[in-house]
């Protein structure tokens, strides 16, 4: 995975963040946020590479680079099983029902991240995958939430079902008002695709629908916001915070 531009590489120095070298290339040599980024690295024992510009172009056609990239350690996902059978170390789950956007599915990692969540599991297929610019949204938080990636989420939502995990849901035409809603541990918290919501195959796993009320002109969330609403208050239910 990269990092791309000079303010994001010192702000991934800053969190240390696992960066595993950083390339620039010569032509930003003068830049006072090189030196900046040379010392935290000395400091980190991670090594700084200087490329020319046309080899730097050549290496990296991505867009807005600011002639700097720094390369990450991969991920290490969380097997599934794992949640599955420590369910008193897993007791805030979230799970993703195919967010599409990178930039959700990144501001949502680090909304779990302040909201202690103990994991996030996300589809393999039509679903964001992990990237750059899901690791820009996170703010670096994709490494300091274990990230969980099954093949079907209706199906994983039964087996947590059965672990003992209490799943709830969020639609705007729920009958049960957030404000209302009783919280057991541990629990689930299914968050729907930007258009479409919970899709009807998930929906039937779910044992609580809820409604975040609107008072304004509009009646919906954006689902990263929606998250960092409904999280909150969990949160506050079960006194985990």
């Not at 195919?98 to 599991?121: K, L, M, S, W």
Request: with cysteine.
């Amino acid at each position: 995975m990269l990092i791309k531009g000079k303010h994001a590489i010192l702000e991934a120095l800053r969190q240390k963040q696992p960066i595993l070298t950083i390339i620039l290339s010569s032509q930003s040599d003068s830049d006072k946020r090189v030196a900046d980024i040379e010392a935290l690295a000395t400091r980190r024992g991670i090594p700084v590479e200087y490329i020319r510009p046309d080899q730097f172009k050549h290496r990296f056609k991505e867009e807005n680079t600011q002639h700097a990239v720094a390369r990450l350690r991969s991920i290490d996902l969380l097997p599934f099983k794992t949640i599955i059978d420590n369910a008193d170390h897993y007791q805030r789950v979230v799970v993703l029902d195919h967010i599409e956007d990178p930039f959700n599915f990144g501001a949502i990692i680090r909304t779990c991240a302040t909201q202690g969540v103990d994991a996030i599991v996300y589809p393999k297929n039509r679903n964001a995958t992990l990237s750059s610019g899901v690791h820009k949204a996170s703010s670096g938080a994709l490494y300091h939430v274990p990230l969980s990636c099954v093949s079907n989420i209706s199906q994983s939502l039964m087996q947590l079902s059965k672990a003992g995990f209490w799943i709830y849901g969020s639609d705007s035409h729920a009958a049960t008002k957030l404000a209302d809603i009783s919280v057991q541990t541990p629990f689930v918290l299914v968050m729907g695709n930007e258009h479409k919501g919970v899709s009807q195959s998930v929906r039937k796993q779910l044992h609580d629908v809820v409604k975040v009320e609107m008072c304004g002109k509009l009646d919906s969330l954006n689902v990263s916001v929606a998250a960092g609403i409904l999280l909150y208050t969990f949160n506050r239910k079960v006194d985990a915070c």
